[in-house]
DNA sequence: AATATTAATCGTAATATTGCAATGTAATTA
DNA sequence: TAATTACATTGCAATATTACGATTAATATT
């Protein structure tokens, strides 16, 4: 196999779930915190930054703006990304409600 | 390839990443969330509430288990799991750091 | 002791991910 | 118009993930 059975979970399951998984990679942990620090959005300054081709930053970008974390707009020859607030907000909300489902240690284990 | 070069990335960055990639599937997170809510740890219960194989929950326990989220004890015949306390708040500490960097749309795009 | 129950592990098939070189595309500059 | 710049896309190769049947290991029950 190796093809995740979505249909036998919630909406809610799986939309966290991809946007957990767009979030799991360190190079787009490091990409989403740059564009975070450096407000003003950047461009094609992450490919000196990190250490990855250019073409392996333009798939962790399109991963990201795939599932609606970023967005990005064109700036003439450059492209300009930029957190997605409302989708970011989203994440922060539901990503919560997640894990403060958690209330401490009950009596077992 | 297809071999993550975490040598590039912080500890953080690759320690985050690696909890919400064991976070990232719909099972796993439908698991953690029966382990919270029926407070008093669950065991094989688990595969009768998702639809999936004996074989495939226990492989989902494992994986959260090896990034440190629930923890097993062994009663009897069964195995108990839950949450594990503080691994559980640091992922919280530490995603509510990642993800509160952003402080709202900046003048651009 | 024989059998049943619970869960872990193994082996395998199908599919997904990661990374990069090479190439393509579109706007900018010379 | 030709060359340049900035990204995106394509096409691999290597590796990882997902799922499950079958088997194994350990404890409980009869």
Redesign the interface.
């Given at each position: 196999m190796g093809l995740?059975?979505?249909e036998?979970?919630?909406e809610e399951?799986?939309r966290?779930?991809?946007l957990?998984?767009a979030?799991?990679?360190?190079?787009?942990?490091?990409i989403?915190?740059r564009i975070?620090?450096v407000?003003?959005?950047i461009c094609g300054d992450l490919v000196g930054e990190?250490?990855?081709a250019q073409a392996t930053i333009s798939q962790h970008l399109r991963e990201l703006k795939n599932v609606g974390l970023i967005?990005g707009?064109i700036e003439g020859v450059s492209v300009?990304?930029?957190?997605h607030?409302e989708n970011?907000k989203l994440?922060?909300l539901h990503?919560g409600e997640?894990?403060?489902?958690?209330?401490?240690?009950?009596?077992?284990?």
């Open positions: 995740t059975k979505t036998i979970f919630t399951q799986n966290l779930a991809t957990l998984k979030l799991a990679h360190p190079a787009r942990i490091a989403l915190q975070m620090v407000n003003t959005c990190l250490g990855l967005q707009t300009c990304y930029c957190i607030p970011w994440l922060e990503f997640f894990i403060r489902t958690y209330k401490g240690p009950a009596k077992c284990c």
